[in-house]
């Protein structure tokens, strides 16, 4: 393969990394070619071994007043909202709804008590991000205190 093919296919995964994670770059229609970036989520995350990285980019789909039982995360997830509405309540935060357009973010290990579709008659689409250290399931059972 060439230098110029790898590129091409390098620079065309993470263009589409950017576009899952929602980061948008619109095109300006000025002769420069400038683009505007707009900052969707920004959060340290806890520390990690780094040795083992692994990023998994999952869609979520709730149908109209569908949700999943409560849950914890292994991982650190970074939500982005594409279309509808999603309720969620993290153990010991407040519940928040974030409408298309908007991110959230799960500290790794919390119970995550709420994850719903805020309406009963659109569904709700959103992509979760996971960045993982370790070999671990997605999602488990919530941790008994």
């Not at 990023?55 to 939500?79: K, W």
């Not at 982005?80 to 999603?86: I, N, P, R, W």
Request: aromatic share 8%; with cysteine; hydrophobic share 35%.
């Amino acid at each position: 393969m060439t230098l110029c093919r790898t590129f091409r296919i390098q620079s065309g995964l993470i263009a589409s990394l950017i576009g899952l994670l929602g980061w948008t770059a619109r095109a300006s229609s000025s002769p420069g070619g400038s683009s505007r970036d707009r900052m969707v989520i920004s959060r340290a995350l806890p520390s990690m071994d780094g040795s083992h990285l692994k990023a998994s980019v999952i869609e979520v789909i709730y149908g109209p007043g569908e949700f999943s039982p409560p849950h914890s995360h292994p991982c650190p997830v970074i939500g982005y909202v594409l279309e509808g509405a999603v309720r969620t309540k993290t153990a010991g935060e407040p519940e928040a709804i974030y409408k298309a357009g908007e991110s959230f973010y799960e500290a790794p290990n919390g119970t995550q008590e709420i994850s719903a579709n805020a309406s009963s008659v659109q569904r709700a689409r959103f992509l979760a991000y996971f960045l993982c250290d370790h070999d671990t399931p997605l999602s488990v059972p919530p941790p008994k205190h």
